[in-house]
Structure formats: structure tokens, C-alpha cells
């Protein structure tokens, strides 16, 4: 459950949001905070909804979640201690990071918040989207935080949107994100359809089923680009980050060829257990998905147990299965992409219908070139050895490649001084 204390309020102007017009489905709103009893009635029902496992998390989103300052949350930690029975309770708060202060993670690291942290990479391509509300830049407020989140040893992770503004530089944005300490990095593509003719108080972008005439906002990534933006980092990450450096898609794609189901669910087969949780106690089928006709009920008149299990929700999550284009069916990557998220499936099929991934090709020429060194990864895990040594297998393999593009006089590639025919490319030495 993506839970929006503060709805879809933000102190931030980021360019490609796609959550701010939010504001527009509740016309007259003044009071954006979640209200005392929405909270209680939320945190009881969560808990109470996962009676059967011994540890609960809650995820605190919006907007922005901070905006209801640290006293709110110490009330949700007295809340979940309330309820939880002898559960254990874990919270992430995902945060851009322009109000973290000495407060803040004194708070967090008591509570053992883990912090997501939303940066874009270096400073030109941050502040090329995200901007404050005067359109000012803020990557320097948001690495103050990152700063004093690592002072206060506070866990945190890195959430990087990648669009037109940054996907050109694949490996600027990654060592950026690993060198300044960010072990756990999320990528997430911006694909956002815009209403070509705006209408009154009406939302201007669109979901994938809406028929009204649309463009691709320029912010969005491109395909081709996407794809080898993943491949350039994952060539990287394997050879000198397994292990030590973890990024999402590449832990979930792990998941895929060891033959377990995908951890995040735009990789699902269905989807539909990630709903939104708005200040109101309105609930939605997806945080993606805020829409009206996406809108389950109101936690305050029916349970989220019942909103869970509703047939609404069935349909919308068995639909991404269901409504899988002929050629995602016989695609020999669809084990590990199951035509990602129903989101950007808005492209017209070769059968005639519109649930192609607008992130086919990406996903396409990703996941394919991942095969060989994947496998080697699964086979290890399966044998219990560590699938870091997959960075020995990936330098052999560029020895490898090396070797056969050497000639026989040039020096050889593996640093001996010698001249290839004398060293590695000898006739009795195997390449």
C-alpha cells in the first residue's frame, strides 16, 4: 500500500510528475493532511490485514510525505506499536529530500526508517527536471540530505527517474549513484502520454485505456535509448559491482532466471497487490493508476481486506495476464518481462489491440543480452556459491574477446609485456 499523508502535495515542481494534477480529483481541497482517525483506521486495518505474517511494512509516499513534519510520523510509530501485537513493524519513506534535517533523521534512525531518496544523478542532469517550485534547482539540498542521512547512519536507498534528460549518460548517472554511497539503486523509466487538448479541471495525462488523442510528453525516455542505457550499466555492474552495489532491476531479473517470481511487480505475470492509499482513505488500484474509475472505495466505509479481494481489483490485476499481446505470449524474454507495467501499454500490436509495452524494445534488447551472464549467475546460486563470481567470469570473457582481436604481434592483453604469439596467443596455450 503506497500511503499519501499529504496526498499529492509537493514542496518540488519536477517537470515529468505525474502525481501534482492529482490536486484536481478533489476540487475545494484545502487541507491536504491525512486526518487522525484515516490514519489509525489505516494502520489497525494494515496490520490486521497481514495477521498471518510476523512483520508489516508500511510505505509512506506522495507527493511529498515530509510536508507533515516529524511529529505525524512519531504518532504513526505510537500507532503501529498500538496495534502490532507482537508483530514487527517496518516503515520506508520514500523523500526527496529537501526537508531532511539533524530532526528528521534523528527520528528515522530511532525508528529504523529506511529512507528512499529520489536523485537524478550529477547536478546538470538533477536539476534538469527536478526543480522547486519556483524552478530552482535542488540537487544541492538534496545531496545536504544524503549527506546527514550517511552521518546518521539512517539506511537509504536511490530512486533514479530515468527520462530524455538523463538517459544519454548511463554510466555518468550510476558511478555518480555508487560513489557517493548509494548501495541500493532503483531505475525507473518516465513514460507519460499527454492529452493533446487540455480540458477544464480534467487530468492531462492519460491512462493506457483512455482513447483520447494524445502525444508522448518529450521528458519520456526513448525505447533504444532505455535498453542501452540498462545494458551499458549492467556491462559495468558485472564487472566490478556484484556483490557490492545492488540494483533492482538486475536483482529482479536474477529472481527470473533462477526461476522464482519477480520481487517487483511491473514483472509479474499479474499485478494488482500495490494499491494507493490517498489523505483521504480513498484507495486505488495502483499508485499509477490514480484515476476515478480506478477508485475501490474509502477506507473509513469499507475494509481494505474487502477492497483487496474485490472483483474490481481481480479484473485489474488479472488484466495485464489476460490482456497480453499475441506477441508478448510467444516472446522468448516474456518469463522475465511479462510485458512489464500496464502502464505504458498503450502501442498498437501486431493483433490489432493497444497493449504493446511502449518499453518493448527496451526490455527486448535488455533482457536478451543479459542471458548468458544471468544464467551463469542462477547456476551458481542454485550450486550455493556466490553470484559474484560472475565478475571472474565477464573478465575471462573480455579476455577472451580481447584475444581474438588482437594480432599476433600486438602486445597481449593480458598485461604480460609479451607480444600475443609469445604469450597467450602460443599455439600450446588455450585462449
Same mark, same amino acid.
Given at each position: ?54 512483520? &508489516?511494512?508500511?510505505? #509512506? ?8 513534519? &516529524? ?32 530532526? #528528521? ?182 499508485? =499509477?493508476? &490514480? ?91 542454485? =550450486? ?48
Amino acid at each position: 500500500m503506497m500511503t499519501k499523508p499529504s496526498g499529492p502535495l509537493c514542496n518540488l515542481d519536477c517537470t515529468y510528475c505525474f502525481y501534482l494534477e492529482k490536486e484536481r480529483l478533489y476540487p475545494g481541497t484545502t487541507d491536504w493532511g491525512m486526518k487522525d482517525d484515516v490514519l489509525e483506521s489505516f494502520i489497525r486495518q494494515h496490520i490486521e490485514a497481514h495477521a498471518d505474517l510476523p512483520v &508489516v511494512s508500511f510505505a #509512506w509516499q506522495g507527493g511529498e510525505p515530509t510536508l507533515r513534519g &516529524v511529529e505525524f510520523f512519531e504518532r504513526v510509530v505510537a500507532l503501529q506499536q498500538q496495534y502490532a501485537e507482537g508483530r514487527t513493524i517496518e516503515n520506508a519513506i520514500q523523500t526527496n529530500g529537501i526537508l531532511i534535517d539533524e530532526q #528528521w533523521c534523528a527520528f528515522l534512525r530511532e525508528h529504523r526508517f529506511l529512507v528512499g531518496l529520489s536523485i537524478d544523478g550529477p547536478e546538470d542532469l538533477h536539476d534538469r527536471y527536478r526543480v522547486d517550485r519556483g524552478g530552482k534547482p535542488t540537487f544541492r539540498a538534496v545531496m545536504r540530505a544524503l549527506d546527514l542521512l550517511k552521518q546518521h547512519q539512517v539506511a537509504f536507498n536511490t530512486l533514479t527517474v530515468v527520462s530524455a534528460g538523463n538517459v544519454n549518460r548511463p554510466l555518468d548517472v550510476y558511478r555518480f549513484l555508487r560513489d557517493t554511497g548509494s548501495g541500493f539503486i532503483q531505475f525507473i523509466p518516465v513514460v507519460e502520454r499527454a492529452a493533446e487538448v487540455l480540458t477544464p479541471d480534467a487530468l492531462a495525462l492519460l491512462d493506457p485505456d483512455d482513447a483520447t488523442r494524445a502525444y508522448v510528453t518529450p521528458w519520456s525516455v526513448d525505447p533504444g535509448l532505455y535498453g542501452a542505457f540498462l545494458v551499458a550499466i549492467f556491462e559495468e555492474w558485472i564487472r566490478r559491482d556484484v556483490g557490492k552495489v545492488f540494483v533492482q532491476q538486475f536483482d529482479v531479473s536474477l529472481e527470473s532466471w533462477s526461476g522464482m517470481e519477480a520481487s517487483l511487480c511491473v514483472f509479474r505475470e499479474t499485478c494488482g497487490s500495490a494499491l494507493a492509499l490517498e489523505h483521504n482513505g480513498d484507495v486505488y488500484s495502483c499508485d =499509477h493508476f &490514480v484515476y476515478p474509475q480506478y477508485r475501490l472505495g474509502n477506507l473509513m466505509n469499507e475494509t481494505l481486506g474487502a477492497m483487496v479481494d474485490s472483483p474490481a481489483q481481480k479484473v485489474f490485476g488479472d488484466a495485464k495476464r489476460d490482456r497480453l499481446p499475441v506477441e508478448c505470449q510467444q516472446c522468448e524474454v516474456k518469463f522475465a518481462c511479462h510485458g512489464e507495467c500496464p502502464k505504458h501499454r498503450f502501442v498498437q500490436s501486431k493483433d490489432g489491440s493497444r497493449d504493446l509495452n511502449y518499453l518493448c524494445a527496451a526490455y527486448k534488447r535488455f533482457f536478451k543480452h543479459i542471458d548468458e551472464p544471468m544464467t551463469f549467475m542462477a547456476n551458481e546460486l542454485a =550450486h550455493r556459491r556466490p553470484p559474484a563470481n560472475v565478475m571472474g567470469w565477464a573478465a575471462d570473457r573480455e579476455r577472451t574477446r580481447a584475444l581474438k582481436a588482437a594480432g599476433r604481434n600486438d602486445p597481449c592483453p593480458c598485461g604480460s609485456g609479451r607480444k600475443v604469439k609469445q604469450c597467450c596467443g602460443r599455439a600450446d596455450v588455450p585462449a
